[in-house]
């Protein structure tokens, strides 16, 4: 049963560009998490979302940020116009029932705005 | 709102010793407390998951426990090896519905 898996595992993107980073939760998960982690900084939630919804999108900076998890496919967090703050490691996890279940992470996606 | 400490920041112990990572939260209000390793430029794993009922888990040579009403959770690390050397993460599962983590203990095992 292979696990969470991210794609790419790093992404260089220059100041303006898009950013599209991918999510596939392990077999059989239905709710999806994202988190955001800065340097030196700790995980923060940014949005949880389940198939074709999102539940909870607090932690979601309120512009150029957007997720989703379409019926079919992985779940795409967006990111318009990157900035130079964005360079982070950005985390999805997922899990079986919700948010408070143990949630299993994928290894990362690794962005740097240049 | 729910903040999660943990200390020390970093920590090198020699091959063999026994050791104790530390969590405390504000907000004893919790549903579980799960400890979690990352290793450098990788995912987390996760090593134990504390329900608020339960005092304590154990897998192998570690074992978390939980105090609640005090706010602490320590993570005890038995016979450490260079292969413990990782980043360890403390989340606190939120009465909110939302996981709250600490900023980690940076681990360094000397051989």
Known sequence: ?114 | KQEVTQIPAALSVPEGENLVLNCSFTDSAIYNLQWFRQDPGKGLTSLLLIQSSQREQTSGRLNASLDKSSGRSTLYIAASQPGDSATYLCAVGNRDDKIIFGKGTRLHILP
């Open chain 1, 1 to 114: 049963n292979a696990g969470v898996m991210q794609n790419p595992r790093h992404l260089v993107r220059r100041r303006g560009q898009e950013a599209r980073l991918r999510c596939s939760p392990m077999k059989g998960h239905s709710h999806v998490y994202w988190y955001r982690q800065l340097p030196e900084e700790g995980l923060k939630f940014m949005v949880y979302l389940q198939k074709e919804n999102i539940i909870d999108e607090s932690g979601m900076p309120k512009e150029r940020f957007s997720a989703e998890f379409p019926k079919e496919g992985p779940s795409i967090l967006r990111i318009q116009q990157v900035v130079r703050g964005d360079s982070a490691a950005y985390f999805c996890a997922s899990s079986l029932q919700g948010q408070l279940y143990e949630q299993y992470f994928g290894p990362g996606t690794r962005l740097t705005v240049t």
